[in-house]
């Protein structure tokens, strides 16, 4: 599948908000947020964060339909440790290979900034556990009751991919 994959900055700010909403209208679970707090926040903070952090994202015939971010953890302990978030690809362009194109993109960027990279998914997102799995991704624990949306709670994996095991090496790519 052919789509352009490039790291998002300020100037796409408006498309990033509109797919961030149109994401957290359909399944703010799996975001672990909701359409009504991002709604409301400006489209320059939608700018702030894209050069804050690192949001790659897909593009087919000039349309966004894909994004994948990561951001270095906060604080001296923490700075060799990125963090996952934000995975999503619009309905119409899924199984087509751009949520594996997004994610590699995401991972060449966070190899050259940090040692590891951890993320959180809803424990029954069979797609996406499927493919942070398949790039070297290994489950180490589960926060139990990790979200919560009106009477339901969420159980999320704590996955995390460790660029120096042989087991990322052998299985990028
Ligand atoms: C997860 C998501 C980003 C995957 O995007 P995508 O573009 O469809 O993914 P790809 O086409 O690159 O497929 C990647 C792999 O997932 C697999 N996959 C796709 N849909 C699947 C499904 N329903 N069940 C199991 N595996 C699935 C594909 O088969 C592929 O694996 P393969 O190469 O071994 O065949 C997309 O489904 C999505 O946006 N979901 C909603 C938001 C979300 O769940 N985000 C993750 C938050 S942690």
Redesign the pocket.
Known sequence: MSAAIRRLRSGDAASFKAIRLE?LRA?PE??RSTFELEDRLDVTWFGSRLENAHIMGAFRDDELV?T?GFAIQEGRPNAHKGRLFG????PA???????????NAVLDAARENVELVQ????RD????R??YE?VGFRDYGVETKASKYDDRYYDEELMVLDFGLPDFLSTHR
């Open positions: 994401a399944n799996l975001l894909g994948a995975m999503y690809v619009r362009s899924r199984n087509l290979g751009i949520g594996r194109l997004l994610l993320l959180s998914v809803v997102n069979q797609p996406a499927h493919l398949s």
